[in-house]
């Protein structure tokens, strides 16, 4: 069993020498364990902020043992009732090949149906990142039909689940994103309305501003953010007197760079209501959202683009590009 290892924290920006790869046995299964063999393991941003030894809302990953990660594989040994060999199962087996899962433990692990939904998809669409889009917009955006509702980082995992979610509940939707192929796509294949690509404005918040008048003419009634920094600035100046800011990730400060915010006083000014939340706090609405991003997947609703590295031994450096944009949608690797 080949593992990823975080050898050492990162000293400002993440590297792949803060990784190791090493290699084990598997050890014997005891009673009410399964072992399964990793397809894909998911690479999400959160796992940045892992780590660092900094408080957060999470614990930091410890140095020297597998780094956390959401995975889905097969059962190829069980010892549990439940499991059976040949099973589908989606669960947080972390960077390595095989994991061995206390099945009795609740939330280790859940059986996943691959006859409508591609396996790979309960790490993106149909997974975390599809129910983080749904808990902001459905939750705290709350949009009416007719609203016109943004997203920043409107290609990734979350952006995309977003844009399928927010045209069935009758919003317009506008993305923003890096470069004119991921905007491209936006607007063709994930269904947007409109997408700006920032990277056309070189951090010129007004000029951003600017365009997003263009594309958004009644303003902005709600918004999801995933990246903070100038572009949140450039949205804020659009927003709605009583618009919402789903807050769901800040990725431009991950490395630690400074993500000043302009205009606060826009806050006050527009009555806004600006809401964090972290989507594993929030389990009550995952069967619900679930079941809704798992129809749209399987009707062809949502057909959300994924990135594939091959090779555990692949991860670090997507994970690093996946953080700079070099992603383009969900990024996954393969195992096998
Ligand atoms: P994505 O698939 O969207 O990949 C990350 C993307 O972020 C990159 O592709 C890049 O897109 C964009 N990005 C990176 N750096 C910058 C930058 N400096 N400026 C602008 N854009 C940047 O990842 P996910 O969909 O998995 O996650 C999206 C966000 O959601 C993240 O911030 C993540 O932390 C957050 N999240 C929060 C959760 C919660 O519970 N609160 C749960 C899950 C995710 P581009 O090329 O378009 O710039």
Known sequence: NRQMLLDNRPQGEASASNFKLVETDTPALQEGQVLVRHHYLSLDPYMRGRMNESKSYAASQALGEVMIGGTVGEVVESRHPDYAVGNHVVGMGGWQEYSVVNANEPGMMRKVDT?????????????????????????????????????????????????????????????????????????????????????????????????????????IDGHFENVGGWIMDAIMLRANAFSRIALCGMIAGYDGQPIPMANPALMLINRMRVEGFIVSEHMQVWPAALKELGELVATGKLRARESIAQGLESAPDAFLGMLKGQNFGKQLVKLI
Not at 130 to 150: E, N, S, W
Not at 193 to 203: G, I, Q
Request: glycine residues 12%.
């Open 115 to 219: 006859s409508r939904v591609p396996l790979s998809a309960y790490l993106g669409a149909v997974g975390m990142p599809g129910v983080t889009a749904y808990y902001g917009l459905v939750h705290i955006i709350d949009p009416k039909p007719g609203q016109t509702v943004t997203v920043t980082a409107a290609s990734g995992a979350v952006g995309s689940a977003y844009a399928a979610l927010a045209k069935a509940r009758g919003c317009r939707v506008v993305g923003i994103a890096g470069g004119p192929d991921k905007c491209r796509y936006a607007e063709q294949e994930l269904g947007f309305d409109a997408c700006l690509d920032y990277r056309a404005y070189n951090s010129d918040v007004y000029a951003l501003a600017k365009a997003l008048k263009e594309v958004c003419p009644d303003g």
